[in-house]
Protein backbone atom coordinates (compact mmCIF):
# COMPACT_ATOMS: atom_id res chain seq x y z
CA UNK A 1 0.00 0.00 0.00
CA UNK A 2 2.77 2.38 0.76
CA UNK A 3 4.08 2.34 -2.62
CA UNK A 4 1.04 3.25 -4.25
CA UNK A 5 0.12 6.37 -2.09
CA UNK A 6 3.69 6.77 -2.80
CA UNK A 7 2.61 7.45 -6.54
CA UNK A 8 -0.17 8.92 -6.22
CA UNK A 9 1.69 12.14 -4.63
CA UNK A 10 3.85 12.03 -7.60
CA UNK A 11 0.73 13.21 -9.59
CA UNK A 12 -0.04 16.39 -7.18
CA UNK A 13 3.06 17.91 -7.40
CA UNK A 14 1.83 20.48 -9.43
CA UNK A 15 -0.77 22.08 -11.67
CA UNK A 16 0.86 21.62 -14.86
CA UNK A 17 1.26 18.26 -16.16
CA UNK A 18 5.14 19.60 -16.94
CA UNK A 19 5.53 19.80 -13.01
CA UNK A 20 5.22 16.26 -12.84
CA UNK A 21 7.55 15.05 -15.56
CA UNK A 22 10.03 18.08 -13.87
CA UNK A 23 10.24 16.18 -10.41
CA UNK A 24 10.66 12.78 -12.26
CA UNK A 25 13.81 13.71 -14.54
CA UNK A 26 15.48 15.66 -11.09
CA UNK A 27 14.63 12.56 -9.38
CA UNK A 28 16.68 10.48 -11.39
CA UNK A 29 19.30 12.79 -11.53
CA UNK A 30 19.61 12.80 -8.28
CA UNK A 31 20.24 8.90 -7.88
CA UNK A 32 23.21 9.83 -9.96
CA UNK A 33 24.75 13.74 -8.56
CA UNK A 34 22.70 16.13 -6.78
CA UNK A 35 24.61 18.91 -7.98
CA UNK A 36 23.78 18.22 -11.88
CA UNK A 37 19.92 17.58 -10.73
CA UNK A 38 19.63 20.25 -8.95
CA UNK A 39 20.81 22.47 -11.92
CA UNK A 40 19.42 20.64 -14.40
CA UNK A 41 15.85 20.80 -12.83
CA UNK A 42 16.54 24.83 -12.33
CA UNK A 43 17.11 24.71 -16.40
CA UNK A 44 14.31 22.51 -17.57
CA UNK A 45 12.19 24.82 -15.47
CA UNK A 46 12.72 27.84 -16.98
CA UNK A 47 12.71 26.07 -20.08
CA UNK A 48 9.34 24.33 -19.60
CA UNK A 49 8.05 27.73 -18.01
CA UNK A 50 9.00 29.62 -21.40
CA UNK A 51 7.00 27.35 -23.50
CA UNK A 52 10.27 26.31 -25.33
CA UNK A 53 9.68 22.86 -24.82
CA UNK A 54 6.22 21.47 -24.60
CA UNK A 55 5.38 17.92 -22.70
Known sequence: MA???RA???WAIGPR???VYLMLFVAA?????M???FA???VLSEVLRRGW???
Do not use: C, K
Request: hydrophobic share 55%; net charge negative; proline share 0%.
Open 3 to 5: GIE
Open 8 to 10: VTA
Open 17 to 19: ESD
Open 29 to 33: LAMWN
Open 35 to 37: GVA
Open 40 to 42: AGV
Open 53 to 55: VRV
